[in-house]
């Protein structure tokens, strides 16, 4: 079936929300651990992580700062610091309950069943049920004109991870780690490692390595 | 294991892209079609796309300007509209070796063996075998200063799927149409549905959808 433009303007907004949110993909799904600077933590899901370089190590995602990752935004913004951290495929309903607007006094942690760990320095919160973690440093904001979203972009500061996941030359199989994926506003997906290739050449088919 | 940002500091260059790339975790890989105002095809895989908004489509995806991906860079400047594909797991070989640095005057899709497939009004190529094409108009170039990387933004303009793969709410299920997910540089994934969860609410637990 097509769809085109015209189409897509006339659907109803929660419709075509759901399409082209679902239509860009399965993405690795975050969580976003941050502290505020009277003291409440807060922690909520994100999908939308790119990787923007490797040197210096620098990461950003998409906020939308009208919604309820006002309060992530607004911590970041206010202590220069947050946490990333990846989700088991079993806590899925967990990461998902973080999407719900509770009170900016009500941490998500406690609510939805996820338990704080304070890895010094940070003072962000990390999930203590994460198979990955990662604490970032905010480095830019950078305003998205066009519709008034915000692209945030920090730099890697720490990782913890198990080794077994972390191959010799640098690769970490996510998939190893049975981390969780989704896709649009509620879709959630787990992985199956196909196989990594060789480096691209112009006159060599790549293999399996 | 613990890695600090003074190891991070310490890799070796191309260790830590490896590593840096891969810990972003798994993504949905597209195959970008753009077509030069000379009349060269040119496809090229990229994994780095984000759902900026929906009222209006606008997704983005992250481009160096240094790399294979310039002639693609180019083309989108200078003709204003490229084509976005999912892959079929079936074809990762060959989108994996379109990230080889071809000579700007070879096309990719025959040397990595895919079909060029015109939608008119569209002059930017399509990819025949992709389950899901969509036609993008660009919209904005946004310079991420900190790297030197940009954020090149485009608006939905064009959706071809099976229709089997659409809900009734818009939920479109990519791993329905067996598409390929990536991770890192050179690793590729295939994904298995989990369930979809009920919006989330303070005073309710999510339930399968």
Known sequence: MIIDSSQLNQFENRYRAILINSLAGIKQAFLIGTKSLDGNSNVAIFNSLVHIGANPPLWGFICRPDTVQRDTLRNILETGQYTLNMIHKDHSENAHQTSAKYPSNVSEFEACGFTERIIEPFTAPFVEEAPIKIGMKFEEKINIAINGT?????????????????????????????????????AYYENKFLHRLSYAKPEKWPSNI
Chains 1, 2 share one sequence.
């Open 150 to 186: 915000l692209l945030i972009i920090g730099s890697i500061q720490y990782i913890e991870l198990d080794e077994q996941w972390l191959s010799d030359d640098g690769f970490i199989d996510v998939a190893k780690a049975n981390t969780l994926t989704c896709a649009g506003l509620d």
